[in-house]
């Protein structure tokens, strides 16, 4: 990491994988060239859960141990300073550049293999990770959902191999 000063540790690296609204997935396909996806995640332990459809690009390429770096970002923001702090450092190109020209950051980068599920019941307890996420307030459906869509969908799990991450958040 060119930045040492921004690195962070692996369990803020697992926070932020954790918050993130979504992350980006890419990986080499077949045609040896870059297929990138924002996707919803849900992590447990050092596994990332996916789910997709039965065909397309995700049921080609992520399975057999593939390859598949993901990008999540938990927080993103440009700063809003006033102006009298503006003038207050009008003729410092520095100050400006890293205190009103930026953002503010939070991510990580994930290194991982990817397979697919295939166990009913790890299938089950991965959507279950990803609904309790994204859609909390509605569990009590879980089950009659989970069911139904369980044979119209893949779940694929990436195991973390190297994780990383930075900041950079204005004091």
């Given at each position: 990491m060119r930045?040492?000063?921004?690195?962070?540790?692996?369990?803020?690296?697992?926070?932020?994988?954790?918050?993130?609204?979504?992350?980006?997935?890419?990986?080499i396909d077949e045609n040896n060239e870059i297929f990138s996806i924002p996707i919803s995640i849900a992590r447990d332990g050092?596994?990332?859960?996916?789910?997709?459809?039965?065909?397309?690009?995700?049921?080609?390429?992520?399975?057999?141990?593939?390859?598949?770096?993901?990008?999540?970002?938990?927080?993103?923001?440009?700063?809003t300073p006033s102006y009298?702090?503006?003038?207050?450092?009008?003729?410092?190109?520095?100050?400006?550049?890293?205190?009103?020209?930026?953002?503010?950051?939070?991510?990580?980068?994930?290194?991982?293999?990817?397979?697919?599920?295939?166990?009913?019941?790890?299938?089950?307890k991965a959507l279950e990770l990803l609904c309790k996420k994204y859609t909390p307030n509605y569990m009590d459906y879980f089950d009659t959902a989970a069911i139904g869509l369980l044979s119209k969908i893949n779940i694929y799990e990436l195991k973390i191999e190297h994780l990383s991450a930075k900041a950079k958040i204005i004091k």
């Open positions: 930045r040492s000063d921004r690195e962070l540790d692996q369990e803020i690296a697992l926070k932020i994988i954790d918050e993130c609204q979504y992350a980006t997935l890419s990986c050092m596994s990332i859960y996916i789910h997709g459809a039965k065909t397309g690009s995700k049921a080609r390429l992520y399975k057999d141990g593939k390859i598949v770096e993901l990008v999540a970002v938990s927080h993103n923001r440009v700063p009298e702090y503006c003038e207050s450092i009008k003729d410092s190109a520095s100050e400006l550049g890293s205190r009103v020209f930026t953002t503010e950051y939070q991510s990580a980068i994930a290194k991982t293999k990817a397979y697919e599920v295939t166990n009913e019941s790890q299938k089950i």
